[in-house]
């Protein structure tokens, strides 16, 4: 009895711990979503009493032409995305099963990955600009795909080496070539992981900031862009960019809602061996 008392003293204990962290991380949220249906005058106040409006809303879209900046992120977002899963996949899974360069390959793409942003974006908006990609969604992408793939790469690898050999060679002595092989077994089987990394890769390029920033703007630009863009001479105008904050946490809260199976199956995989 008094080892289950203790017992639930403790789940309890844990419990209030946990709703203590969760009202911490919800809170921000809570108060940028405050602020978004907060009038003008009140945004910039404490108080939780007031008439809430969709003016922030309304004057995000028709003056800010925000649809633009959604449009941009997702065409940038998804495209780069679609084509970093299908460069990293038979990448990794060639790495894993093939194993060319050795350990050096390894070392280099998670060096390649630990790089910082800073570093690349110059030389990056040099290339670019000499190939007339600066100012354009193809040129986001591209930049976005190399920037991604190391970090894709080596995660995939951890899902890939979780499959046993076995499976491979049973469908190669079953007259599969190595595509079929990949194609039809170990596709499927790396599925969650693969789908795991498509969301993460989508969400690091939805909210990148550095190169939306070198080399776009205007009519290419992304959300992060925009609303760092609705700082003006008279302050930040808190409410329009609490109104884009909001709309920019939807697709990531949609996502997650989503693929959350996908999610929790596919980071766990590939630490199973």
């Given at each position: 009895?008094?080892?289950?008392?203790?017992?639930?003293?403790?789940n309890?204990?844990?419990?209030?711990?946990?709703i203590?962290?969760?009202?911490?991380?919800?809170?921000p949220?809570?108060?940028?979503f405050?602020?978004?249906?907060?009038?003008?005058?009140?945004?910039?106040?404490?108080?939780?009493?007031?008439?809430?409006?969709?003016?922030?809303?309304?004057?995000?879209?028709?003056?800010?032409?925000?649809?633009?900046?959604?449009?941009?992120s997702?065409?940038?977002?998804?495209?780069?995305?679609?084509?970093?899963?299908?460069?990293?996949?038979?990448?990794?899974?060639a790495?894993?099963?093939?194993?060319?360069?050795?350990?050096?390959?390894?070392?280099?793409?998670?060096?390649?990955d630990?790089?910082?942003?800073?570093?690349?974006?110059?030389?990056?908006?040099?290339?670019?600009?000499?190939?007339?990609?600066?100012?354009?969604?193809?040129?986001?992408?591209?930049?976005?795909?190399?920037f991604n793939?190391?970090?894709?790469?080596?995660?995939?690898?951890?899902?890939?080496?979780?499959?046993?050999?076995?499976?491979?060679?049973?469908?190669?002595?079953?007259?599969?070539n190595?595509?079929?092989?990949?194609?039809?077994?170990?596709?499927?089987?790396?599925?969650?992981?693969?789908?795991?990394?498509?969301?993460?890769g989508?969400?690091?390029?939805?909210?990148?900031?550095?190169?939306?920033?070198?080399?776009?703007?205007?009519?290419?630009?992304?959300i992060?862009?925009?609303?760092?863009?609705?700082?003006?001479?008279?302050?930040?105008r808190?409410?329009?960019?609490?109104?884009?904050?909001?709309?920019?946490?939807?697709?990531?809260?949609?996502?997650?809602?989503?693929?959350?199976?996908?999610?929790?199956?596919?980071?766990?995989?590939?630490?199973?061996?």
């Amino acid at each position: 009895m008094k080892k289950l008392s203790s017992k639930k003293k403790w789940n309890v204990f844990a419990h209030l711990i946990l709703i203590v962290f969760s009202l911490a991380i919800l809170f921000p949220i809570f108060w940028v979503f405050r602020t978004s249906l907060a009038p003008e005058v009140v945004a910039y106040q404490s108080k939780l009493n007031f008439s809430p409006t969709s003016d922030n809303y309304k004057d995000l879209f028709n003056r800010n032409k925000f649809g633009r900046n959604i449009v941009n992120s997702l065409i940038v977002s998804i495209v780069s995305t679609i084509l970093t899963i299908i460069f990293s996949a038979p990448g990794a899974y060639a790495i894993v099963r093939y194993r060319p360069g050795g350990s050096i390959t390894q070392f280099l793409i998670l060096g390649t990955d630990l790089l910082p942003p800073i570093v690349i974006v110059i030389p990056l908006f040099t290339l670019f600009r000499s190939l007339k990609l600066v100012n354009t969604l193809s040129g986001l992408i591209l930049s976005y795909f190399a920037f991604n793939i190391p970090f894709l790469l080596w995660m995939l690898m951890g899902y890939f080496e979780g499959i046993p050999k076995d499976l491979e060679e049973a469908a190669l002595i079953d007259g599969a070539n190595r595509l079929q092989t990949f194609i039809r077994v170990i596709f499927p089987l790396a599925a969650p992981g693969i789908m795991a990394g498509a969301v993460l890769g989508f969400i690091i390029s939805w909210n990148e900031f550095l190169f939306a920033l070198v080399l776009s703007s205007g009519k290419t630009s992304t959300i992060p862009v925009a609303l760092a863009a609705l700082q003006t001479s008279a302050g930040v105008r808190i409410g329009n960019v609490s109104a884009g904050v909001i709309i920019a946490i939807l697709p990531m809260l949609l996502i997650g809602l989503s693929m959350q199976k996908y999610l929790v199956r596919g980071l766990t995989f590939g630490a199973i061996k």
